[in-house]
């Protein structure tokens, strides 16, 4: 199981989870998968890759290996059990990345897809991470801030209306294994000041539609993180399920779940069909004079299949 460790563990963690994924089933991409470099200027960051199931892996600690959302892993994978998928099981990793059609600078997130994208240098290749987000009703907003703060050891001033579902909350929880906003957070400029990307002592939430709103990170990643943000960096929200991009002559796609569909994964593990909406006008706009080149069915299948990794969509 995974306990709520800092950045030298979760680094040996990932470290051991690529070098069994290299000694046990990794695989470069193909037939429509893209393998992109490290090009500052690629539209794609990372490959998609698979890894073979050990005997006591559940998604949930192979997700978190390979800095992967839980429902995104669940999505790329269907039919495949999360708690019990199997030992020497093959599973696709979705470690491949359309970036988001937004400003390459400071904090980007795209909320559909529950992923932090941060570019250190603007133009610059993002490091990326995935997220936990607002549940139903308590949706993280959409547009631009900055960071305004940043603190180590945060105390949680617990909003009333987390208090009036959970009276037993205390008002005030100070630093400490039981606070939920982990070690670290980055406190966000919107109006009211509630929002912020934290951590979490509960790592299974991230990449999960289960907060009130602000973002949790692994414990691994939040520390690099706020290493690395200063406040005034800016922060841009987006809520984009399809995204399109060229790379080395191919046109890709990328369709995440909708809000429904995952919460339907988290509860049921398997979502219902709901084709993306737009998709095949993205791609006839993205596709230009190459339009012609475009593969329909293809893109027909992947917005209804919405697996979460770029998939090639021109032939």
């Known amino acids: 199981m995974m306990d709520n460790d800092g950045t030298r563990s979760g680094a040996a963690r990932r470290w051991k989870g690529w070098m069994a994924a290299m000694m046990g089933g990794f695989a470069v991409a193909a037939g429509g998968l893209p393998v992109a470099d490290a090009r500052a200027d690629s539209a794609i960051v990372g490959t998609v890759s698979t ?3 050990e005997h006591d892996d559940t998604l949930l600690d192979v997700a978190r290996r390979f800095d992967i959302g839980f429902v995104a892993l669940v999505a790329a994978n269907p039919g495949v059990d ?3 998928p199997g030992e ?5 990793l979705p470690t491949a990345h359309i970036l988001p059609d937004a400003p390459h600078r400071g904090l980007v997130i795209n909320l559909t897809e529950m ?3 941060y570019y250190r240098q603007p133009g610059a290749e993002p490091e990326t991470h995935p997220v936990g987000i607002g549940s139903e009703g308590k949706d993280t907003p959409l547009g631009s801030t900055t960071i305004v703060r940043k603190q180590a050891n945060p105390t949680w001033y617990v909003p009333a209306s987390i208090r009036a579902e959970k009276p037993e909350l205390p008002a005030v929880m100070p630093p400490g294994p039981d606070n939920p906003m982990g070690l670290y957070a980055l406190y966000l400029g919107f109006t009211g000041g509630s929002f912020r990307i934290h951590g979490t002592n509960q790592p299974f939430a991230v990449g999960r539609r289960v907060t009130h709103g602000c973002m949790r990170l692994y414990p691994e990643d939040i520390e690099d993180l706020f290493r690395k943000v200063d406040p005034g960096t800016p922060v841009t929200f987006v809520d984009q399920p399809v995204k399109v991009a060229w790379q080395d002559g191919e046109l890709y796609m990328e369709v995440h779940p909708s809000k429904a569909q995952a ?3 988290e509860e049921e593990h398997q979502m219902m069909d709901e084709p993306a909406v737009g998709a095949v ?8 004079e190459a339009r012609d080149r475009l593969d329909l069915p293809t893109i027909e299948r992947i917005s209804l299949e919405r697996r979460g990794y770029p998939i090639r969509i021109t032939q």
């Open 51 to 53: 890894y073979v199931i």
């Open 281 to 288: 006008d993205l791609a006839i706009k993205a596709a230009g």
């Open 115 to 117: 992923r932090l994208y």
């Open 88 to 92: 020497g099981l093959t599973v696709l």
């Open 82 to 84: 999360p708690w019990l």
């Open 263 to 265: 919460d339907q994964l």
